[in-house]
């Protein structure tokens, strides 16, 4: 065997930056970034989140400034206007994006441990000056980002049209500084499905089996969800009080958790899509027409939500942490 040095020396002419093993959790967060949004499929999806948006913004344009700008029409077009409640939009939009920040977080979230498991990566990862802590909370830290963003962004865009258009009928006034609150909106969003995707994926050694059980998760949740939604509108159509617990288990899943915390965060308790959905005096078969506003669950109780959204974030970040071993044993 021989005995000489190894031949490339070219390391030694390196005269670059040189920087401490500090922030080593910031370097996984921007690897982790960088791999998802190197997928076509992340920016369709991310567009698509705002769908409902832009629904809005298509029909409020159409009333400022088609409607209204007709003489036989404007009247109606700036009453219409003037009975939105804005930050409520917001929350419509938000709520019908849920499937859609799903579908980002499985992408880039439920399978990263998981992948990494598969490919014996933690072995790498660990063996450098990089700690549990540190490659557990990279990869939070880099879901969290983007899925906040993914959320925040689109209600952005129409709230600063919004702001530009539709101060006359009280879009400011409505909801003065709406957009910290709903910053606030998105960064709850990200962190809960951070903290639950990792938790997931560090369970698995296979990116799609990890999926399956989120998504699983996540649908079974929303199905319990719909059944007290259903008994809600059972009661409203009979007339009778609906069950105060029914309202609050309406919230118990992924995705109505975050409308809850949501709606709490905003300050509303929901309103119906447009205006002119409510009741408008008339009478069916003598009894008079149901309000499409009972049909809305208000906002849960913060005393419960509030602390089961830590638990649960906190809590799927402590399983991810758990999960991560440094060292693989072969027998």
Same mark, same amino acid.
């Given at each position: ?6 031949? &490339? ?35 369709? =999806? ?5 769908? =409902? ?17 007709? +003489? ?5 077009? *700036? ?37 990494? *498991? ?49 101060? !006359? ?35 698995? *050694?296979? +990116? ?20 007290? *939604? ?10 009778? !009080? ?12 992924? &995705? +109505? ?33 149901? &309000? ?14 509030? !602390? ?24």
């Amino acid at each position: 065997m021989s005995n000489s040095p190894i031949a &490339d020396l070219s390391y030694r002419h390196y005269d670059g930056p040189l920087s401490g093993v500090g922030k080593r959790w910031w370097s996984i967060a921007k690897m982790t970034m960088q791999v998802a949004t190197k997928r076509r499929g992340f920016w369709g =999806w991310s567009l698509f989140s705002a769908w =409902w948006f832009f629904i809005l913004l298509a029909v409020f344009w159409f009333a400022d400034n088609v409607l209204g700008n007709l +003489g036989g029409f404007q009247q109606g077009a *700036n009453a219409f206007l003037q009975q939105i409640k804005w930050k409520d939009q917001f929350i419509h939009g938000f709520s019908y994006s849920q499937m859609i920040l799903l579908v980002v977080n499985l992408m880039i979230g439920v399978g990263s441990i998981a992948n990494d *498991n598969r490919a014996n990566a933690l072995l790498v990862y660990l063996s450098k000056p990089c700690s549990r802590f540190d490659y557990v909370f990279g990869k939070w830290l880099g879901v969290f980002i983007l899925i906040s963003l993914v959320s925040f962004v689109p209600m952005m865009v129409f709230w600063l049209y919004g702001y530009m258009s539709f101060q !006359p009928y009280g879009f400011w006034k409505d909801a003065p500084w709406l957009f910290l609150r709903l910053a606030l909106v998105s960064v709850c969003s990200g962190a809960l499905h951070a903290s639950l995707g990792l938790a997931v994926s560090s369970l698995f *050694n296979q +990116g799609r089996l990890a999926g399956a059980t989120y998504a699983g998760i996540y649908f079974m949740s929303y199905i319990f969800t719909q059944v007290m *939604n259903g008994f809600n509108s059972a009661s409203t159509f009979q007339r009778t !009080p609906t069950p105060a617990i029914v309202r609050q288990l309406f919230y118990g899943s992924i &995705d +109505g958790m975050q409308i809850g915390l949501a709606k709490i965060i905003v300050g509303t308790d929901g309103s119906p899509l447009f205006p002119g959905m409510g009741p408008n005096g008339g009478r069916r078969g003598g009894r008079p027409e149901i &309000d499409m506003g009972q049909f809305i669950i208000g906002a849960p109780n913060a005393a419960w939500i509030v !602390p089961v959204f830590v638990l649960l974030v906190v809590g799927g970040f402590a399983v991810a942490y758990s999960r991560i071993k440094a060292v693989e044993v072969v027998g």
